[in-house]
């Protein structure tokens, strides 16, 4: 049984087209969160969700966006894609917004042509 | 956010205890500290937590001395498969989010 799973697992495209990436949690968890990871590794947290509503939003350019349907979905959208774009796109989630206990899907590797 | 330093690499070999040290000269009051595991191409995973002294758990041990300024991960017997980039976070809060760094690519030799 899948925790947080997200679908595609790997993506390519071409610059300016527009992709989404879906990720889905079976835990029962409030909080749901999209993590950018960088070919340097770093990891940086995007958007947190809190049953359905958006309570963290980094600064993302607003061609990122994310949409949560319920509060075991949270999508991420993303129109006009960029080079800057590639990386690996972690989805996770949490029981509560406040838990430092956050649980990660697989990711997701876009890579922008 | 209280900033981490952790060594960026280490190596060891199966069956050996391995402790990763990081420093949090800045932490508040009110933070924890909490340790993920990020194995190659997965997610990040937790592993433990703890706010002072030491916490222990099936997989780890956490140790935090009384001034907080550092912490401890202890992985006691590593093997091939704990070869992974470890994260040390500091921080704590409604709205909290994880800010990861660079983490300590731990490589376990046969």
């Known amino acids: 049984d899948t925790a947080v799973s997200q679908t595609p697992k790997y993506l390519v495209t071409q610059m300016g087209n527009d992709k989404s990436i879906k990720c889905e949690q079976n835990l029962g968890h409030d909080t749901m969160y999209w993590y950018k990871q960088d070919s340097k590794k770093f990891l940086k947290i995007m958007f947190s969700?809190?049953?359905?509503?958006?309570?963290i939003n980094e600064t993302v350019p607003n061609r990122f966006s994310p949409k949560s349907p319920d509060k075991a979905h949270l999508n991420l959208h993303i129109n006009s894609l960029e080079l800057g774009d590639s990386a690996v796109y972690f989805c996770?989630?949490?029981?509560?917004?406040?838990?430092?206990?956050?649980?990660f899907g697989p990711g997701t590797r876009l890579t922008v042509l | 956010l209280a900033k981490t330093t952790q060594p960026i690499s280490m190596d060891s070999y199966e069956g050996q205890e391995v402790n990763i040290t990081c420093s949090h000269n800045n932490i508040a009051t009110n933070d924890y500290i909490t340790w993920y595991q990020q194995f190659p191409s997965q997610g990040p995973r937790f592993i433990i937590q703890g706010y002072k002294t030491k916490v222990t758990n099936e997989v780890a041990s956490l140790f935090i001395p009384a001034d907080r300024k550092s912490s401890t991960l202890s992985l006691p017997r590593v093997s091939l498969s704990d070869t992974a980039v470890y994260y040390c976070l500091v921080g704590r809060g409604s709205n909290y989010k994880l800010t990861f760094g660079k983490g300590t690519l731990l490589t376990v030799n046969p």
């Open positions: 969700y809190n049953n359905k509503e958006l309570i």
């Open positions: 996770a989630s949490s029981q509560v917004e406040t838990s430092d206990e956050q649980f």
